[in-house]
């Protein structure tokens, strides 16, 4: 494969200071193992020889990637849908909450099928959506009645545009990513406020994971990212983080998953994930998966 990503440095700041920390497989297409690494300045981790992106679509090519296909298939595919029904409303209350608006213009990027921003509708939010695969945007104009745009008219956009931005585990997919976020920036209003929610690899459920850690997903995931890397990638592009919010249903969705993997028992994915949540209690930054909330700083 010609088309694939080799880092010298590190993609979030530039460190040469780079180590490999592991080996994972990628057990929803391929089936090949990919490296990742770490960056000792900045802690983020990142996928190593990666496809690029002419060539990262045939890895989403899955009925398991259940973000495309909405598959309710097998336990832990039932088990998503209900969770995704109990978290949209907190979605909403967060971004409610942290905006101090309950309606305005609202970018929704990688929006799969279309669930969240057919709710944000549904309530009030003007909703502009965005998802990269075509057929995935069929289906959610087939499932919510949505147009979805693709992917590359997002820098079309006009600048100052929209009240709030979401990405729900998307940044970690997005290859052009210092572009990518300056470009949120730049369409974001002045008091706008951005949710990014990703991985956490500092995570403990993580850590008892290891290779088999389901929320590393190569080579789909290029980046890997800990609190320390996220507030390094804002600081570069004018933007702070305002707060830090648990996901707590992740934890568990994301052990059961490991334990498909490593062909251990959904019993014990049930407690690793619970214990992971009770370490958040003290700590809301070990969190399976974490929404930043972000803000502009003036430059």
Known sequence: M??????T???????SALQKMLSATDYTVSKKEFDIYECADCRLRFTQNVPGMQSIGAYYQSPEYISHTDSRKGFINSAYHFVRKLTLS???KTIV???GKNSGKLLDIGAGTGAFAHYMQEHDWDVTGMEPDQDTRKRA???HNINLLPADTFFNLSAATFDVI???HVLEHVHDLHNYIDQLRNVL???GIIFIAVPNYTSYDADVYNEYWAAYDVPRHLYHFSPQSIRKLLTQHGLELKDIKPMWFDSFYISFLSERYRKGNLARGFFVGLFSNIKTLFNKERCSSLVYVIKKVDR
């Open 189 to 191: 209003k002045d008091n």
């Open 90 to 92: 907190g979605k909403r």
């Open 141 to 143: 104009a087939a499932l």
């Open 2 to 7: 010609d088309d694939v990503i080799h880092y």
């Open 166 to 168: 979401t990405m729900w």
């Open 97 to 99: 909450s942290s905006s």
């Open 9 to 15: 440095i590190c993609p979030v700041c530039g460190s």
